[in-house]
């Protein structure tokens, strides 16, 4: 599994999210808290939990640097 952090924003119901995935909780969640402190419009932030075959790991954070995850070929 890999998790996606999503975020919620003023007026609206559901949860958004990108194309970004994580291999830890941790990572998914310390990324959409990051998110929520940069916006003016969000009101919630979490980490969910995503099948990895359709949202594999592109993205890691390092000493709290994001960092893009490179297929090797």
Do not use: C
């Not at 990108?18 to 969000?42: G, I, S």
């Amino acid at each position: 599994m890999s998790w996606k952090p999503e975020v919620q924003v003023t007026g609206e119901d559901g949860w958004h999210s990108n194309a970004m995935a994580f291999a830890t909780e941790a990572e998914a969640k310390a990324w959409a808290q990051d998110l929520f402190n940069r916006w003016f419009v969000t009101t919630a932030f979490r980490a969910v939990e995503v099948d990895t075959e359709a949202n594999p790991v592109n993205y890691q954070i390092v000493d709290g640097v994001l960092i893009p995850v490179v297929e090797a070929k």
